[in-house]
T-cell receptor
Framework: AQSVTQLDSHVSVSEGTPVLLRCNYS??????LFWYVQHPNKGLQLLLK??????LVKGINGFEAEFKKSETSFHLTKPSAHMSDAAEYFC?????????????FGTGTRLKVLA | DADVTQTPRNRITKTGKRIMLECSQT?????MYWYRQDPGLGLRLIYY???????NKGEISDGYSVSRQAQAKFSLSLESAIPNQTALYFC?????????????FGPGTRLTVL
């Protein structure tokens, strides 16, 4: 079975400092992995996706994530946080159940950026 | 125009009322999904449909029903709303042949059941 764990429900960083949002997954086959961002009162926006090509994936707004099979991780990073990065972030793994693919969401990490 | 639209965007209703949330898409995708989001729980799948004649229950389908009226339209109904169905509801679409199973989300419908 597939599952995804976001290790921190809340993360606080100061503006200009690095961001690290952690995600671990479990999958019995080669997964696709995604990070989505949800700003307050907004829908879900795709940040980046891993689909078995390059293990280091670059996304929008300066975010990137590295797929590490040996650690079953897909952590999201950004070198320098901006106030506009304050939002909730979701890690998603695609799971294959009964021959069909479905999204499995993590429980989310709320990022707070301090001035 | 947005590729995936949801109506209404906000709805307040009373316990016992029947509610329908609608989703339309212009992406031409066969697969459509309904999720609910609750704080601290992420998004959970309610129902999904892989084509007009295919409807499947997700992990939390009790108390909900759906209708796939056309490739582009997928409606979610609460036959008799209850307060614990207060949540943010998202519709999504996908075309796994082209998008590595990537799903595209609507803007959400915030439902409050009093």
């Amino acid at each position: 079975a597939q599952s995804v764990t976001q290790l921190d429900s809340h993360v606080s960083v100061s503006e200009g400092t690095p961001v690290l949002l952690r995600c671990n997954y479990s999958s019995s086959y080669s997964p696709s992995l995604f990070w989505y961002v949800q700003h307050p009162n907004k829908g879900l926006q795709l940040l980046l996706k891993y689909t078995s090509a390059a293990t280091l994936v670059k996304g929008i707004n300066g975010f990137e994530a590295e797929f590490k099979k040996s650690e079953t991780s897909f952590h999201l990073t950004k070198p320098s946080a901006h106030m506009s990065d304050a939002a909730e972030y979701f890690c998603v793994v695609t799971g294959r159940t009964s021959g069909t693919y479905k999204y499995i969401f993590g429980t989310g990490t709320r990022l707070k950026v301090l001035a | 125009d947005a590729d995936v639209t949801q109506t209404p965007r906000n709805r307040i209703t009373k316990t016992g009322k029947r509610i329908m949330l609608e989703c339309s898409q212009t992406k031409g995708h066969d697969r459509m999904y309904w999720y609910r989001q609750d704080p601290g729980l992420g998004l959970r799948l309610i129902y999904y449909s892989f084509d007009v004649k295919d409807i499947n229950k997700g992990e939390i389908s009790d108390g909900y029903s759906v209708s796939r009226q056309a490739q582009a339209k997928f409606s979610l109904s609460l036959e008799s709303a209850i307060p614990n169905q207060t949540a943010l509801y998202f519709c999504a679409t996908s075309d796994p042949e082209r998008s590595y199973n990537e799903q595209f989300f609507g803007p959400g419908t915030r439902l409050t059941v009093l």
